[in-house]
């Protein structure tokens, strides 16, 4: 195999903080052992300070940001409740698949790929939705959607975030912002391997629970015992004990540079690379003012590609030569745009100077 020395620059997994790889060698203990029980306290307290909340029900999903998102929304959307969502890419699409196969009604409120969605239209789509959901970070178009208008003006609503790629990335206030219920990942900004899906819950939103969610596995009113219960812990389903070691070491990195400082090593490495990509002549796909540094997306130079060589071509030339690897574009942007993570531990200066340093050698 020998990938080890793979730099992963897409916008799926970065390369995990070393911190967090030493901690999947930790013993396995049992999920109700009093001393796994006390990590996963501490791991679940390291989420209330990246996510900046106090909510009691703060814990990590056992599976990938797509369950996140499943569990916030089954929990709190019944059958014929409108929800507003906003549509920017494909996480906003996959958003609106969820809540349709829980037989709500959607009303989305589109927006031009590469463009921001405006917080008003999402406040002015319907008079009284049961949630607002949107993407704070849309991974497949490079965008950040603005959160604190749709919070301050949401009234009875519920206001639901995808906040895979922003946590530990950009800033984020889910107390302040006044988002009900929030999910994230553990393999973009956290800088650990993909696994978990990050949730936290308001009480407001605990409140507005469905009476029966319509799924089993991801009912949290059934998981908020063993996650939160204090001393009697009652078993749901087994955790991911080496999973959560992970998930614990990553924040603990995080925390430990203070999340301003990880949240300006983001931001410094991605006006690094916007900067560098237009130096080279290139042009970036994501409206200025919402670029995220933790994903850029860039236009494909179509023109300066090598003879006989198509963008995948290049892709994999990266890949083979410089083990640096990037992605490609989604749906209508597919064969148009690169999207280039610098997520987590892989958000290095180094690693920025060395990729555009390989696509100047490239590219004509
Ligand atoms: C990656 C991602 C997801 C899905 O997460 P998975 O871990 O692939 O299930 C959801 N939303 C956004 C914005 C993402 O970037």
Redesign the pocket.
């Known amino acids: 195999m020998g990938h080890s020395d793979r730099l992963l620059m897409g ?2 997994p970065g390369n995990p903080y070393p911190e967090v790889l030493e901690a999947f060698g930790r013993p396995v203990l049992g999920h109700l052992d009093p001393e796994f029980i006390e990590l996963l306290d501490e791991t679940n307290e390291r989420l209330r300070a990246v996510y900046r909340t106090e909510n009691a029900l703060t814990f990590p999903v056992s599976a ?4 996140g ?1 499943e569990a916030t929304l089954c929990n709190v959307v019944a059958p014929g409740d409108v929800v507003v969502i906003g549509v920017n890419g494909v ?1 906003g699409e ?1 958003m609106c698949d969820v809540v349709d196969r829980l037989g709500a009604e959607v009303v989305r409120v589109e927006e031009e790929w590469g463009r921001a969605i405006d917080p008003q239209r999402m406040l002015d789509a319907h008079p009284s939705p049961k949630v607002i959901a949107t ?1 704070h ?3 497949s178009t490079g965008v950040r959607n603005d959160i604190a208008e749709i919070g301050a003006a949401k009234g009875d609503a519920l206001l639901l975030v ?1 906040c ?2 922003s946590l530990g990335g950009i800033p984020l206030e889910v107390d302040a912002w006044g988002i009900d219920l929030a999910y994230s ?1 553990t ?2 900004c956290l800088g650990v391997p ?1 696994g978990l ?1 990050p949730v936290t819950v308001s009480d407001r939103a605990i409140e507005r629970f469905v009476e029966r969610s319509q799924s089993w596995y991801l009912d949290m009113a059934m998981i908020a015992n063993y996650v939160t219960g204090g001393g009697a812990r009652a078993y749901h389903h087994t955790a991911p004990i080496s999973m959560i070691y992970g998930l614990h070491a990553g924040l603990g990195v995080i925390l430990e540079e203070g999340l301003a400082n990880t949240q300006a090593r983001h931001q410094e490495c991605g006006d690094m690379l916007h900067e560098g990509l237009q130096k080279m002549g290139l042009e970036l796909f994501a409206e200025e003012g919402h670029r995220l540094p933790e994903v850029t997306s860039v236009h494909i130079p179509l023109d300066r590609l090598p003879r006989d060589q198509d963008e995948a071509d290049v892709r994999r030339y990266l890949l083979g030569r410089y083990g640096i690897e990037i992605g490609g574009g989604l749906g209508p942007v597919a064969g148009k745009v690169w999207r280039i993570g610098c997520m987590g531990h892989t958000a290095r200066p180094r690693n920025v100077t060395l990729l555009l340093a390989a696509l100047a050698e490239i590219l004509d």
């Open positions: 916008p799926g990938t940001g797509s369950a998102m996480f996959r993407v970070a849309e991974t995808d895979v790629t990942g393999q973009k993909p899906s």
